[in-house]
Each structure stands twice: as C-alpha cells, then as structure tokens.
C-alpha cells in the first residue's frame, strides 16, 4: 500500500516562528497536497504540485508557502506562524493523469500555535 | 465545479447495514464519485468509487442512480469501528483536487 507519511504527528510552536511540515510519499506519486482542517468547515485546501518545482495555491494559501525539490517531498511551510494556523494539516497524494485514481492520506499533523 | 450534499448525521445500529446518501446533481458524464471517511483525529480513508456501475469492495458497496445525480454508500454489517465522518466526493479534475463538504457523522451504536 502507498505510504503517506507526515513528519509530526502533534506539534506546538510560539506566534512568529518559522515552520515546517513536511510529507513524504513513497509511491513515486506525481500530485501531492496540503489541506487544513478545522471544525465545523472541513478540510480546506492550501496548495497543491503536480510536479517537482511546481506549485499552485489551493482555496487558503495565505500565511503559507510550499517547496517540492524532491518528487516524493512536499514541504508546508508557515512564514511567521499565527495563532489562527492552529490547526490540523494533511498531506495527501496521487499519481497523476487519470480520473479514476485515488487519494491517499497521511495521518495529519496537529499544529497548535501559542 | 460539482458539488455533493449529505445529511450531517446518521445513526446506525451495529450488525445493520448502514446506508448513507450523496446527492451530486450537478455531477458531469467523465466525473467519479468518491467516498472517503475519517477517523477521529486521523488522515482520511478511501473507501470506495465509480462512475457509473454499482461498485463493490472488501468494506463497501456503491449504489450510483442511472442518471448519476445521486448514490449511496452501503456499509453490510456496521461495526462499532466504522464510527466516522463519511465524505462524498465528485472529482474535480484530472490532477486529483477533491473537494470536501462536511460529510456524514455516522455513529455505530451497540
């Protein structure tokens, strides 16, 4: 089975701070994305890259950017975290190209900003 | 883009068969319909999904209306495990953007 794997499974970090989640797939998946999810507005998606050097803004990029230097890494990454980016972060993939494929899942990252 | 609509909650008793609805009315002719569930606290799981023919797998069957505005996610005998928010999704483009509505909370009771 495909292996999405996000490197924290809870993080805390202080308003301000630079941070980085990262997410690395071992399926050689071309698409990879980062959605936020908070309650009561579901998951919500912040970028995506369908190739290496690639990226594209989701619904919410604001406060975040995204690095892809490597075809199986996808890095979010928060400027200057603000408490509002508390929140939890999932890292998704597919292999791109046809319509019938699915989307696999990491187990998220809880960030939670102070 | 095609948008799904699903009732916010569900209960279902265990060993019954759970039945969840989707309606996707705006659903265009090359677009799959998706079924996914989370978990608490976890990354979301695929389950199951189809373009047009009824789909079964080790943990659901997909019932897809002939006219593809609507489908239903079987779950045979729920499980206290199968606790979860379940999502219906229509494909958005070839790149594998989803998006997500808020799903259905299914609780399993005893």
């Known amino acids: 089975d495909v292996k999405v794997t996000q490197s924290s499974r809870y993080l805390v970090k202080r308003t301000g701070e630079k941070v980085f989640l990262e997410c690395v797939q071992d399926m050689d998946h071309e698409n990879m994305f980062w959605y936020r999810q908070d309650p009561g507005l579901g998951l919500r998606l912040i970028y995506f890259s369908y190739d290496v050097k690639m990226k594209e803004k989701g619904d919410i990029p604001e406060g975040y950017s995204v690095s892809r230097e490597k075809k199986e890494r996808f890095s979010l990454i928060l400027e200057s975290a603000s408490t509002n980016q508390t929140s939890m972060y999932l890292c998704?993939?597919?292999?791109?190209?046809?319509?019938?494929?699915?989307?696999?899942f990491g187990s998220g990252t809880q960030l939670s900003v102070l | 883009d095609a948008k799904t609509t699903q009732p916010p909650s569900m209960d279902c008793a265990e060993g019954r068969a759970a039945n969840l609805p989707c309606n996707h009315s705006?659903?265009?002719?090359?677009?799959?319909v998706y079924w996914y569930r989370q978990i608490h606290s976890q990354g979301p799981q695929y389950i199951i999904h189809g373009l047009k023919n009824n789909e079964t797998n080790e943990m659901a069957s997909l019932i897809i209306t002939e006219d593809r505005k609507s489908s239903t996610l079987i779950l045979p005998h729920a499980t206290l495990r199968d606790t979860a928010v379940y999502y219906c999704i229509v494909r958005v483009d070839q790149g594998g953007k989803l998006i997500f509505g808020q799903g259905t909370e299914l609780s399993v009771k005893p």
């Open positions: 705006t659903i265009s002719g090359n677009e799959y």
């Open positions: 998704a993939s597919i292999s791109g190209g046809r319509a019938n494929e699915k989307l696999f």
